[in-house]
């Protein structure tokens, strides 16, 4: 299954670094230019600004990684939990309180409780049919 979110963190995430190392170039050269700092300070604010949507990109392109994990461990536990349902099926019925009663049992309606099959009548006296 394609996850939505997480491609759109992906194309997100790079977005923002090429908009970093983009931005990082103007800025540095307006910066250095409007307040004549120089040369120096060109490259520290275009490092600064480069890390900074770096760093933003990585999060981004860690969260989308999560969240196809988290996706497809989402979708592995739909697969086992169908298959226990096919098996439990035809072996089990699921009771009023949420109880498995086996395909050997059956449940007395008057007192709940559980007998075995071979027992005909329960011991609260209410019969089996
Ligand atoms: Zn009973």
Do not use: H
Not at 37 to 64: D, M, N, Q, R
Not at 88 to 116: A, H, Y
């Amino acid at each position: 299954m394609k996850s939505a979110i997480s491609d759109t963190l992906k194309v997100l995430s790079a977005i923002v670094l090429v908009l970093g190392v983009i931005g990082g170039f103007v800025f540095a050269f307006i910066l250095a230019d409007m307040v004549y700092s120089g040369f120096f300070y060109g490259i520290l604010y275009f490092v600064i600004i480069v890390l900074s949507s770096g760093i933003t990109s990585a999060i981004l392109y860690g969260l989308a990684t999560v969240i196809e994990l988290l996706e497809s461990l989402n979708d592995r536990m739909y697969e086992i939990s169908d298959s226990l349902d096919e098996t439990n099926k035809s072996m089990d019925i699921v009771t009023g309180k949420g109880e498995l009663l086996g395909e050997d049992e059956w449940k007395c309606p008057k007192c709940g409780r559980v007998n075995k099959n071979y027992v005909g009548t329960c011991v609260c006296g209410q019969s089996k049919y």
